[in-house]
């Protein structure tokens, strides 16, 4: 389903709607939320900050798992995305940190490392995730899965391409500080969410969103898995939506 908003806090509100619609599907037990850094869903977390204000969510016992990291920073460091969660996710919609898990990509090896993203993923899978909120990078990348990612993969490290760290290094002092590997969830570890929630805004993202959509499912384009869900909904301005 795409949804074509006029503006980006618009298409923020009708993401929320889609977020906590899928939320209140679950059957039993508590809810679980997958959730994205990136400028693009502040605006989304707002509104669901609106929405528990108006009594009509509640995320305090919503448990949540990130769909990256960056490999060497530690969960503490100021720019990794554990901390990005808590600030922009958790103090706004009221989710307790304990509830927030992230990937680890800190360890003294690789082989730590990986075995953390392997345990990372099984957790995934057993707890279940309800919706998965995702952004879209320039190239495609959905989490960190950089263009050529396997269209099956699990969480694994990943190197980030030049596209990226050049994407992402308004956050540090500059691309060369950018952290070259990341640990991320894979496309097949999204794919499992029971719905999916992309929201794209602005015209940087046309491109990739033409691709994703309307484009051959490859791993050129990450993004184009969603076109494998059964409960997708991308929600775009015009800006995003331009190239479709
Ligand atoms: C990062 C994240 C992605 C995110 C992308 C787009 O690379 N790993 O999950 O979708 O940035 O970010 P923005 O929304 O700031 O454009």
Redo the contacts with the bound molecule.
């Keep these: 389903e795409v949804l074509i908003a006029a503006t980006a806090e618009e298409a923020a509100t009708f993401a929320a709607e889609a977020v906590l619609d899928g939320l209140r599907s679950r059957r039993s037990g508590d809810n679980v939320l997958g959730v ?5 869903p502040l605006g989304l977390y707002a509104e669901l900050a609106k929405a528990v204000e108006r009594g009509e969510a509640d995320f305090s016992t919503t448990t949540a798992f990130a ?2 990291e960056y490999v060497g920073l530690e969960g503490t460091h100021e720019q990794s995305y554990r901390q990005t969660l808590v600030t922009e996710l958790c103090n706004v919609v009221g989710l307790p940190e304990s509830r927030l898990n992230t990937p680890d990509g800190y360890g003294d090896s690789e082989a730590q490392i990986r075995a953390q993203a392997a345990a990372y993923d099984a957790a995934i899978i057993e707890a279940g995730v309800d919706v998965q909120i ?4 320039t190239n495609g ?4 899965n950089e263009p050529g990612s396997s269209l099956r993969s699990r969480t694994r490290i990943k190197r980030l391409s030049t596209q ?1 760290r050049v ?2 290094a308004r956050f540090f002092e500059g691309p060369d500080a950018v952290p070259t590997h990341s640990v991320t969830q894979g496309l097949g570890t999204i794919l499992e969410a029971r719905r999916m929630v992309l929201v794209a805004t602005g015209s940087k993202k046309a491109a990739a969103i033409a691709a994703a959509l309307e484009g051959p499912l490859s791993a050129a384009c990450p993004g184009s898995v969603l076109q494998l869900h059964p409960d997708a909904v991308v929600v775009l301005d015009e800006a995003a939506a331009a190239g479709l």
């Design positions: 994205a850094t990136g400028s693009t769909l990256d995702l952004g879209i990078g990348h959905i989490g960190f990226t994407d992402n």
